[in-house]
């Protein structure tokens, strides 16, 4: 019934509503300082207790695309070690040469994409996610310079195996947005489905995130819903 009412009062708005995604409001300089406010302030989350050794920087990028504020995504290659295959946003581990996490989010766009770190305005980082791989993650915002072109990308193909983006219209259309939840898990995952592969996983919760600090309310709205997983009477089953 909520959906229902949602996709009513959207259409209403009409330009309106698609007015709270163009350029002009997006990327002004007082959303700019909102947004990173609010990403910021969210909570760390954590999904193990103690400290992990290991840390690492992804760049959430925003970019023009045919007039259009944008998402840029990455497709793992199928070759590595972990995460192969899955929808991601670039980045990687911190290395020593790093003197913080946004310069490693920042390096490792540059190493996969091509993109040069003097293209990416960074408008700042939110506080991390610690992984059940024992990873703590921090993502940092950033802006791709200009209009993106795809072919100006020089993608390291042992790493990425697609770049592709999803206009923020599209990633927020009600009928684009769902949850899963993993059995035994302590709390459902957001999921999108309006580009060109579906974003689930640590790059899904991280998009809520900043979905949630960049847009009002009336233009985007995940409901996640949370069930409490069945707990079996062993002595029931026994019999």
Not at 45 to 62: D, F, S, T, W, Y
Not at 141 to 156: A, C, R, T
Not at 211 to 219: D, G, I, T
Request: proline share 5%.
């Amino acid at each position: 019934m909520l959906l229902k009412s949602r996709v009513s009062l959207l259409k209403k708005l009409g330009c309106r509503y698609s007015s709270l995604y163009s350029p002009e409001v997006i990327l002004s300089d007082e959303n700019i300082k909102r947004t990173v406010a609010k990403f910021s302030s969210m909570k760390p989350i954590r999904m193990i207790a103690h400290e992990p050794n290991k840390r690492a920087g992804v760049l959430i990028p925003l970019c023009l695309v045919d007039g259009k504020v944008a998402i840029l995504y990455t497709l793992r290659a199928a070759n590595l070690k972990s995460h192969r295959g899955q929808v991601s946003f670039p980045g990687g581990m911190q290395d020593v040469t790093d003197r913080n996490l946004e310069q490693t989010a920042l390096r490792e766009t540059e190493e996969e994409l091509g993109i040069e770190r003097s293209n990416i305005e960074v408008w700042g980082s939110g506080n991390v996610i610690v992984t059940r791989l024992e990873t703590s993650v921090t993502p940092v915002i950033g802006q791709i310079k200009g209009e993106y072109l795809k072919y100006d990308l020089k993608v390291n193909s042992s790493e990425v195996e697609d770049v592709f983006t999803v206009p923020l219209e599209d990633l927020c259309k009600p009928q684009n947005l769902g949850y899963t939840q993993f059995r035994g898990a302590f709390a459902s995952m957001p999921v999108f489905t309006g580009g060109k592969m579906r974003v689930w996983g640590l790059t899904a919760l991280l998009t809520y995130r900043f979905l949630s600090s960049l847009l009002p309310h009336q233009a985007y709205f995940h409901n996640i819903k949370y069930m409490n997983p069945v707990k079996h009477n062993m002595r029931h089953a026994i019999r």
